[in-house]
Each structure stands twice: as C-alpha cells, then as structure tokens.
C-alpha cells in the first residue's frame, strides 16, 4: 500500500449489498437468465442477448431484439481474420473491452476526427453521421456498430445502397425519439426491399445506447459469457 492509499479509509458498512466484482458479475447473468423470456432470440444468439439486457437494464428487452440468424458467425470470423469495430460514438467503442477481442483488433471511432465538422456542415447533417464516411477504407469486412444517432444508420444505410463497401456485420442500436425506430426498421428491411443481406442486430423502437451497444461488441467478440 502506497502513502495515497494509506491515508483513505473504507466507510464503515452502513447497507447490506455484494460488493464482490466477479459475483456482482455472475449474479447478473444468473438473473437475467431467470427473468428474461429467451425463447425468441436464436439459440446462438441467446449469450449476446444477455449481454444487451446487462448493458441496458431491461429484461424486457429480448421481445424487442430482432437478431439475423447469420449475425454472431459472421462477426466472429471477421473478427478473428483481424477486421476492425467501427464505432459511431465514442462511449461505444470505450465501452469494447479490449482483452475480449481475439486480434487486438483496432477500435476505431472518427467522430473527433478534424474533417467530421466542415462535412457535417456541407452536408447538413449531424457529425455522427458525417463520420460515417470516414468510415470507408475500413468498411469492408468490419463489425460496425451504431448505438448513438439514427442519423449514423440513415447514412450506412445509404452508403451502402450507393454501392460503398459493406461491412460483415452491422450492431445498430441508436437510441432517441426523432428516427431511431425508423432507422433500425430500415436495417430490417434492407434485404427484403433491396436485396442486400448483411447479418445485424437491432433492437425495435425507441431503445438503445452506448452501453447497450458496446455490450453487443462485447458478446460479438468472444463466446465467453
């Protein structure tokens, strides 16, 4: 013990809580298992939906998850060939823990990126979504994950659709009130009305977030529970 952590002191225990990191973990796991009704995520999904219910909270969650049967080998191969995580915020790719990765695979987020302002403001747009195009030379084969702006979506989206490079697995979980159900209902539909087949995971309406995001990185990385 060091002299900074010499002089602190622990309050005394006031409340009767766990307080023991790996069984805070497990009892997690254990209680979202018991409490949360699985039976619609695909069988091979069924560990990164535990994780999106731990990183959000919500139980309820699973009845919202729309996951593509192909979503967690296709990430997993292109994560183990070394393919990097595009991330549109920078909560979500904090939030990647990186010992989990199976290629010390880059983690990359362009939103402080110096030309992200002048693109958003040319094309009238949110930075989140101009960010999106710097995404580019990295696109193909990676595992992108929104978990921000809808926005962001709405732009892969379209990228996509004008012939840009197409990623091997898509986490799209912005989460608001103004084109976030709209956007990831576009994610659903991209095969059925255009004929592009990119494995994802999305979860309807309104819900979504960093965490939930990162979460899904998370379980994308390793089967490890």
């Given at each position: 013990m060091n002299e900074t952590t010499a002089e602190l002191r622990r309050p005394r225990r006031h409340y009767d809580y766990v307080d023991v990191g790996p069984d805070i973990y497990l009892d997690s796991f254990a209680t979202i298992r018991r409490e949360a009704d699985l039976s619609g995520v695909p069988a091979e999904a069924e560990k990164l939906a535990v994780r999106m219910i731990h990183g959000s909270g919500q139980v309820d969650l699973a009845q919202d998850l729309v996951v593509?049967?192909?979503?967690?080998?296709?990430?997993?191969?292109?994560?183990e060939a070394g393919a990097p995580m595009l991330c549109d915020a920078t909560m979500v790719a904090t939030g990647v823990t990186r010992s989990r990765l199976?290629?010390?695979n880059d983690v990359l987020c362009f939103l402080n990126?110096?030309?992200?302002?002048?693109?958003?403001?040319?094309?009238?747009?949110?930075?989140?979504?101009a960010a999106?195009?710097?995404?580019?030379?990295?696109?193909?084969?990676?595992?992108?994950?929104?978990?921000?702006a809808p926005t962001a979506l709405f732009h892969l989206l379209e990228l996509i659709l004008d012939g840009g490079p197409?990623?091997?697995?898509?986490?799209g979980?912005?989460?608001?009130?103004?084109?976030?159900?709209?956007?990831?209902?576009?994610?659903i539909d991209l095969n059925t009305e255009h004929g592009i087949d990119i494995p994802y995971v999305t979860v309807r309406g309104r819900r979504g977030g960093s965490a939930?995001?990162?979460?899904?990185?998370?379980?994308?990385?390793?089967?490890?529970e």
């Open positions: 593509h049967p192909g979503l967690t080998a296709a990430a997993r191969t292109a994560l199976p290629r010390d990126d110096e030309r992200v302002l002048d693109l958003a403001r040319s094309w009238r747009t949110t930075r989140t979504a999106v195009s710097l995404w580019e030379p990295h696109l193909e084969g990676a595992v992108v994950a929104i978990g921000n197409r990623p091997a697995a898509i986490v979980c912005p989460v608001g009130f103004i084109g976030a159900a709209e956007s990831k209902q576009a994610l939930m995001t990162s979460s899904a990185l998370n379980a994308l990385a390793q089967e490890k």
